[in-house]
């Protein structure tokens, strides 16, 4: 599987930006999906998760309520959605994929698949 994230950039405080990752997989939809984000300095963290048929949805406490995931199974798409957006959101953020016969998502995925990073940069 690979992942190709896009739609980072440079945003104000309160701002909002929507992340896009485009999945090359013989079939999307056998894969849960997530987001993660690695801020300068600190470790990669959990940001938001989605079930293979978009179903179910988990979110990290920092940005539930202000970010959310989709996907688009018949594109191969997965989205986050991030609206007001805060400096301490500034990371560059990335597209995984997890192999698996689960239906729903109950907690963070664990990834067999990474993307590239797309930087997301908040001024405060």
């Known amino acids: 599987v690979q992942l190709q994230a896009s739609g980072g950039g440079l945003v104000q405080t309160g701002g909002s930006l929507r992340l896009s990752c485009a999945a090359s997989a013989r079939t999307f939809n056998d894969y849960n999906m997530g987001w993660f984000r690695q801020a300068p300095g600190k470790e990669r963290e959990f940001v938001a998760a989605i079930s293979r048929s978009g179903g179910t949805t988990y979110y990290a406490d920092s940005v539930k309520g202000r970010f959310t995931i989709s996907r688009d199974n018949a594109k191969d798409m997965v989205y986050l959605q991030m609206n007001v957006l805060k400096p301490e959101d500034t990371a560059v953020y990335y597209c995984?994929?997890?192999?698996?016969?689960?239906?729903?998502?109950?907690?963070?995925?664990?990834?067999?698949?990474w993307g590239q990073g797309t930087q997301v940069t908040v001024s405060s």
């Open positions: 995984a994929a997890q192999a698996t016969s689960r239906v729903r998502v109950g907690g963070p995925i664990r990834p067999d698949y």
